[in-house]
């Protein structure tokens, strides 16, 4: 089922009606306040893929929370890996056919150049609107998977090493 939520000016905005309030009033809003309150990474793109507001949460900061803000204006995929540029477009794709997409694991271009993985579903928010991409950082998730990788292999090499001890005490 798809669902819509419709925007509206917030209280004091120009063209807000008499009483409006609470509403977020532009995209910028929009992806700081799901940021702070639901992922690491909010992004807002139109129909086309274009980046009109990017945030990110306090569990995702990175650089000051700035590194995102430099993908305002410019095309999605751009600020996306090359290895995940055909799960970006299917995300946005099916949010725009759906209304919303099911989660898929991006690697983001960071600041500094090298990927970082999140996790990340997709909302359109209104039928003709704007795609809100929310994700959740995997980097955390990626050390552990590191670590876990050095601990089997630094439990294989002992193992090795006692076989050979073994069999040269033969």
Not at 103 to 108: D, H, Q, S, W
């Amino acid at each position: 089922m798809k669902q819509l939520i419709k925007l509206t000016p917030a209280r004091g905005a120009p063209g807000a009606p008499p009483g409006a309030g609470g509403a977020l009033a532009s995209p910028d809003a929009l992806a700081h306040a799901f940021a702070s309150v639901s992922g690491d990474l909010a992004l807002v793109l139109d129909r086309e893929g274009t980046v009109l507001a990017a945030a990110e949460g306090d569990g995702g900061a990175r650089a000051g929370g700035r590194w995102v803000q430099g993908w305002i204006g410019q095309a999605w995929i751009g600020c996306v890996a090359p290895d995940s540029q055909a799960k970006a477009a299917r995300l946005l794709a099916e949010a725009l056919a759906k209304g919303e997409a099911q989660g898929r694991e991006i690697n983001l271009a960071a600041h500094d150049g090298h990927p970082v993985g999140f996790r990340c579903n997709a909302l359109q928010l209104a039928a003709d609107g704007p795609v809100l991409v929310v994700g959740r950082d995997l980097g955390a998730q990626s050390a552990l998977q590191q670590q876990l990788l050095a601990l089997q292999r630094e439990m294989e090499r002992r193992y090795w090493e006692a076989t050979a001890r073994e069999t040269t005490a033969r």
